[in-house]
């Protein structure tokens, strides 16, 4: 069973978790392996909390991963990125896009936004990379390419080939986006969080 | 759909391989009504020029629909919802005893778990109350093939065929080998008039019930031989004869390989009816026999009443989705093992719940029904989320077009408030409200029945309806007017309204909901999610101008965030306006008494 790689993409309903989701699909289906995805549509998708999950390998029966299985989780914003690091395995490596969305709750005074949360984050996952893709994302010009900076972050830990990403990123986004769509995948592919300030 | 990739090796969802296995097996006809999980599949087959296909105004109508192509002779498809084979059950139960001409396949999309819905209901219980066949994939291949083996089924026994997906069914996607897939091109059967086959009076009626005992008879016989039930052996056993067996059909068969792995497995492909013989020679293979479906103990209580025993875990596979936690749990009981502790979700986080998107013009409809204190009765759509704070502004939700009839009846009842409202979409006041108006109106009714008519079918992902103008296939068509069909079940008071008009708004539902007669408010702006940006302008808060009252956060709009405590008391906080989400709708200027909202020259 452990022949699986196990990715949970979790984000804010809007975010583009769902292409992206789709893209990896692609690339493993070029790269000659089994893959099964899932994910929500419906009322999940008005500014709620989402969650799509990749799973990889020779053979793939389960379309969901069992909590604490998750090898990679893709945090497309903070706090949500807390509210899953349970599905992290102890060995899992967390990457977290360091934009911060405000839910409902929290704008009408409801709740809290924890204050600490950079601190509970590193204390929930021991691998963290902290990825500012909504920077890299604002000086490409976009905003909504968040999701491909997130891709590309993602992609140097998945044994898949730059060249069959960037086929299945071609097949997936409309043409009059691709270059720009690239561009954030290549941004994220190179971005080193180890290096980073 | 995504068969863009050349080559037979595909992506593809649950619903996109029915719409492809719907074409390869030369469907003709194909109709639905949009819902969750089920809507992709006709979307995809809307991209097969071969097929007629339509959204019907609600399922009841698609079925009927499936039902005149079958009669033609045709392949026909019907898409719906679990709940939506509710509204289709009256056609289905009396087109059993009719039986398919040309191959008809209904596909019914189960919700459990409820990510979508407002029930979790099991439709393979509808399909044995009909007395038809249905059948169960366990993943998109199985989707691939079972959809043309429903077919040839259908036109073997002249029966409709139900297959029954799931949401980790119809919304998993998986590679499926679709082969040399080609369009089967069959001549379509023959009509020829048979009234006492079609016309389902009691004369004829009383015949075809004992026509349908008789297919169903032969259908169990066919079950034992059928290929899409499968034996599996364990990865593991100890000694000669498993301990374990597993009967599963659906996704939860996925569950079960993965982590069940020293069971005997018989994988179901149809439900009903089951191969009994099969079963029963499973059953005396193993020593424990356990059932594993998702949803209702369907196949377990049709094994019981073979008098065979089950075990029952003392995990719970029922209510809710089946999760791969709950089948390891279940596994690590069955093997007599310890469970793992199944790490916890931290705590303390503030939820994130669906809410009303940004620059959503008909939030000033809850908004204005909240200050004046309506009983507000509600529908199934994205406007659901009105009910919550911070508009509260919603008391009921039963079922599509429910909110039209329960005002008349909370009404009818003497229930004091004088203020009843009907809240609904303009699809689905479409779909079901058209005749709770007309009762309304009919029976001396008085309530004020509010139509946010968003120009399309919004929560589930923007189809076409009656009222866009467009069909399926994006072809232009008659328009219906919410107005017109008021008038015309003689509504003398129809005042359209522009939601963005907050003050307006508020006077004309005043109006209208304190008026001693039926009246229609038709609140009409298109879905903030088609037009990206409301307006092309941006809003700031000017920090000296706001006073912190938080007039502004009764909107519930998720642009509008609380920012730097107020110094004047700390327990306030002054707002801010978050420019990512901020659609440019205006609203919030509306509401603000010291004019600190203000609009700015665009970026």
């Not at chain 1, 909504?134 to 909504?144: H, K, N, S």
């Not at chain 2, 778990?113 to 099991?122: A, L, P, V």
């Amino acid at each position: 069973m452990k022949d699986i790689l196990n990715i949970s993409l979790v984000g804010v309903g809007g975010q583009g978790t769902l292409l992206a989701s789709e893209i990896i699909c692609y690339a493993v289906l070029l790269a000659g392996k089994d893959v099964k995805k899932s994910e929500v549509h419906g009322m999940a998708q008005r500014g709620g909390s989402v969650i799509s999950q990749v799973r990889i390998g020779a053979k793939v029966y389960s379309p969901l991963i069992a909590t604490g299985e998750t090898d990679i989780l893709v945090g497309f914003e903070k706090l949500e990125s807390l509210r899953y690091a349970h599905l992290l395995s102890s060995n899992g490596i967390a990457l977290v896009n360091t934009q911060e969305i405000k839910p409902v709750t929290v704008s009408s005074g409801q709740s809290e936004w924890p204050s600490d949360l950079d601190d509970r984050l590193r204390g929930a996952i021991r691998h963290l990379e902290l990825i500012p893709a909504l920077d890299i994302a604002q000086q490409l010009g976009d905003i909504r390419v968040v999701n491909l900076v997130m891709l590309g972050s993602l992609s140097r830990h998945v044994e898949i080939g730059e060249q069959l990403w960037l086929q299945a990123i071609e097949q997936l986004v409309k043409p009059q986006f691709l270059d720009i769509n690239i561009q954030a995948f290549e941004s994220g592919r190179s971005f080193d969080p180890q290096n980073a300030r | 759909m995504n068969g863009k990739l050349a080559g037979s090796r595909r992506i593809l969802s649950g619903n996109e391989a029915i719409a492809l296995a719907a074409w390869a097996s030369g469907v003709r006809v194909a109709a639905g009504y949009p819902g969750t999980p089920s809507t992709e599949i006709l979307e995809n087959i809307a991209t097969f020029p071969e097929i007629y296909c339509e959204w019907s105004v609600n399922e009841k109508v698609a079925l009927e629909v499936a039902i005149g192509a079958s009669f033609a002779g045709a392949r026909a498809l019907a898409t719906m919802k679990h709940v939506g084979l509710n509204v289709a059950l009256d056609p289905l139960m009396t087109f059993a005893y009719i039986g398919a001409n040309g191959g008809l396949v209904i596909v019914s999309a189960d919700d459990p778990g409820m990510h979508s819905s407002q029930n979790e209901q099991d439709s393979r219980t509808l399909a044995k109350f009909a007395r038809i066949p249905v059948l169960e994939p366990a993943d998109s291949q199985e989707c691939f093939e079972m959809v043309r083996v429903a077919y040839d089924i259908s036109e073997e026994f002249e029966l409709p065929v139900i297959i029954r997906t799931t949401t980790r069914i119809s919304h998993s996607s998986g590679v499926v080998e679709i082969g040399n897939c080609e369009r089967k091109t069959q001549q379509d059967r023959h009509y020829t008039k048979d009234i006492a086959r079609t016309v389902m009076v009691p004369i004829f009626a009383r015949g075809r019930r004992l026509v349908l005992e008789e297919k169903l008879q032969k259908l169990r016989e066919f079950s034992q031989e059928f290929a899409e039930h499968r034996v599996e052996e364990p990865e593991f056993s100890e000694g000669s004869r498993p301990r374990v067996g597993v009967i599963t059909a659906g996704v939860a068969y996925t569950y079960v390989k993965e982590f069940v792995t020293n069971a005997r497995i018989l994988k179901l492909g149809m439900s009903f009816p089951l191969p009994e013989k099969l079963i029963r020679e499973f059953a005396a293979s193993v020593d424990r026999l356990y059932v594993v479906e998702e949803g209702d103990a369907f196949v377990e209580e049709q094994i019981l009443a073979m008098g065979l025993h089950v075990e029952q875990p003392k995990t719970s596979l029922r209510i809710g989705e089946l999760t791969p936690d709950r089948l390891k749990r279940f596994a690590a009981e069955i093997e007599g093992r310890q469970p793992q502790t199944v790490p916890q979700p931290v705590k303390d986080l503030p939820a994130r719940p669906p809410v009303l998107c940004p620059g959503c013009a008909h939030r000033s409809v809850f908004y204005a029904l909240n200050r004046l204190k309506a009983t507000v009765l509600g529908d199934i759509g994205c406007y659901s989320l009105g009910a919550f704070q911070p508009l509260y502004a919603m008391d009921s939700i039963v079922c599509m077009g429910a909110s039209i009839g329960n005002a008349h009846g909370m009404e009818k009842a003497g229930y004091e408030s004088k203020r009843i409202a009907a809240v609904i979409g303009d699809s689905t006041f479409f779909h079901s409200g058209i005749t709770g108006l007309l009762n309304t109106v009919y029976n001396k009714g008085t309530s004020t029945v509010i139509v946010l008519d968003n120009r399309t079918t919004a929560m589930t992902g923007h189809q076409e309806h009656p009222g866009t103008g467009r069909t399926l296939k994006g072809e232009e068509t008659v328009e219906a007017r919410v107005e017109d069909v008021a008038r015309g079940v003689g509504v003398n008071h129809v005042v359209p309204i522009d939601p963005y008009d907050l003050d307006n708004t508020y006077n004309v539902l005043r109006q209208e909901l304190d008026r001693a007669e039926p009246s229609v408010v038709v609140s009409r702006r298109e879905c903030a999610l088609r037009c990206r940006k409301v307006a092309a302008c941006k809003f700031v808060v000017r920090d000296d101008l706001c006073r912190a009252c938080g007039a502004c956060l009764r909107l519930g709009c998720p642009a509008i965030e609380t920012g730097d405590v107020d110094p004047s008391d700390p327990r306030k906080r002054k707002v801010r306006i978050n420019s990512v989400l901020c659609a440019g709708c205006g609203m919030c200027v509306q509401v603000c008494k010291f004019g600190a909202i203000q609009k700015v020259a665009e970026e």
